[in-house]
């Protein structure tokens, strides 16, 4: 290819351009009058006579922007460019090897769990599986005690031999009754108790959050499961498993489609009005797209500190929470994800932080308020379709993400053949007329 743009068919290479310096023939920057509708925000530009350009632009390389993609190209024989501004695919799912030869993540642990078994079937034609069920351990008063909080984590913690018919009672006991559950304290106060809620949850969610939970939605607790029986896996979905070569290897499988191509390091700021495309899919944050008009959305961020240790193992499980003692709130050593058998290990620690790349939008209630607004104006714009979690501004794990890029790909599909239906009927009609 000379195009400026190298295909990624059949690689595990994926091209990375300079955006700015782009230059393909025939394509000249239109002027700026032309380039934007209101506010600032990019229009399509008409595909070249010769068939040239693409018909979709996908802005982010994630599970969002990859699935689409992948759909788009395999099942609507369209030409998708997929563009994004880090040097590599698969968004915060990335994995890589380090220079000791270890999977890790490089930014925080990534584990596929799911009930979706339509979000499995599809991943499955891009990777083989490896099951895992995730273990998570709580440091706390000089012990590791389970989590989700469970019968052995009260046992061990108050040195008790509660059955799991007794644990109700043990935590109707200590909860102190709400008439209305409002903020996280709430809710798992009012269900454990405040010595549990003070040992477990109050530190962990201050770190993270910096916030107290007092001050944070019943949603964010609402997440944390509490289980009456021994039952010490971290998640319960009926399909818990890891991608055996890795996300990557499965992002390279998706991708690998002729019809796709991939610009890495390239803001899609840089080249949307210098290419033809017909269609936007958006996966990046909703107020960046929009400049920002109506002011930031906040998110929490996260530094991850990594390592490697020149010994085999390092901890007992997966992930072992600090909820009251150090700065940073969890430490996971990734051979346990993913199973890899090597003389030393790797390991993150990560430390919560105000400022960075958005990772977790701050569930409040004034920032939902916020998010609408954008919302309403992305709702306005026919030519753009927002999708994943930056665009949605909502926690959303991986499996969420990809049956919510599924269902966008269904409405796509609808248009799509409802447009072709519609050229159809006006070819017969003008050969008629003629
Ligand atoms: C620390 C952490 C741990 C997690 N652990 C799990 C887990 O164990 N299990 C689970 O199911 N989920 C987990 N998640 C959630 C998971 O990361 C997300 O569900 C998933 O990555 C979302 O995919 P996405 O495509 O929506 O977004 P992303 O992966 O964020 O992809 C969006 C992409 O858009 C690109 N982009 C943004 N703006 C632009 C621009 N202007 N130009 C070009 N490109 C742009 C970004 O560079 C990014 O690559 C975790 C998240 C975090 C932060």
């Known amino acids: 290819m000379d ?3 190298r295909s990624n068919a059949g690689t595990a290479q994926f091209d990375s351009a300079a955006g700015a310096g782009l230059t393909l023939r025939g394509l000249a920057p239109r002027p700026a009058a032309l380039r934007d509708g209101p506010g600032n925000v990019p229009r399509p530009t ?5 068939g040239g350009g693409f018909d979709m632009l996908i802005v982010g390389a994630g599970f969002a922007g990859s699935v689409l993609a992948e759909r788009l190209a395999s099942q609507l024989d369209l030409r998708v460019l997929v563009v994004d501004k880090r040097p590599h695919i698969g968004g915060n799912a990335f994995d890589r090897y ?20 339509e979000v499995v079937d599809y991943l499955s034609k891009f990777t ?3 099951p895992y069920q995730h273990r998570v351990l709580a440091s706390v008063d000089g012990q590791l005690v389970p989590i989700p909080i469970n019968l052995d984590t009260v046992n061990r913690l108050y040195g008790l031999t509660l059955s799991a018919f007794e644990l109700d009672a043990f935590f109707d006991s200590h909860a102190e009754k709400k008439s209305t559950i409002e903020t996280s304290e709430d809710v798992v106060v009012s269900r454990v108790g405040r010595d549990l809620y003070n040992k477990l949850f109050r530190g962990y969610t201050r770190k993270q959050w910096g916030l107290d939970p007092a001050e944070l939605d019943a949603s964010v607790a609402a997440r944390v499961p509490i289980r009456t029986n ?7 979905d009926t399909h818990q498993a890891m991608p ?14 002729p019809n796709i191509k991939v610009m890495l390091n390239t803001d899609y700021r840089d080249i949307v009005h210098l290419l033809p495309w017909s269609h936007m899919i958006y996966t990046g944050p909703i107020d960046a797209f929009f400049d920002y008009r109506y002011g930031r959305l906040p998110y929490r961020s996260l530094e991850f500190a990594h390592e490697s240790l020149s010994q085999p193992h390092y901890q007992p499980v997966g992930t072992v929470n600090y909820p009251n003692d150090y700065a940073y709130t969890r430490c996971t050593e990734f051979k346990h994800l993913t ?10 620690h990560e430390y919560p932080r105000a400022d960075g790349d958005p990772y977790y939008p701050v569930p409040r209630a004034e920032n939902q308020a916020l998010f609408r607004r954008y919302q309403a104006a992305a709702d306005l714009l026919a030519h753009v379709t927002f999708v994943g979690r930056l665009a949605s501004y909502r926690y959303y794990n991986m499996d969420q993400v990809v049956a919510q890029a599924l269902a966008a790909f269904k409405r796509l599909q609808v248009a799509h053949d409802l447009i072709g239906a519609v ?12």
């Not at 055996?244 to 489609?257: D, I, K, N, Q, V």
């Not at 050229?423 to 003629?434: E, G, H, K, N």
């Open 46 to 50: 008409r595909r070249q006579a010769d």
């Open 244 to 257: 055996a070569a890795g996300y990557t290897r499965m992002f390279e499988a998706m991708l690998s489609h």
């Open 230 to 236: 021994r039952d010490d896996r971290y998640f319960a």
């Open 128 to 130: 083989r599986w490896r």
């Open 98 to 117: 380090n220079d000791d030869g270890l999977l890790i993540h490089p930014y925080g642990p990534h584990i596929f769990h799911t009930n979706s078994s």
């Open 339 to 348: 199973g890899q058998q090597h003389p030393h290990t790797a390991i993150v």
């Open 423 to 434: 050229r159809a009927a006006d070819s017969v009609l003008d050969t008629t007329a003629a």
């Open 3 to 5: 195009d400026g743009l």
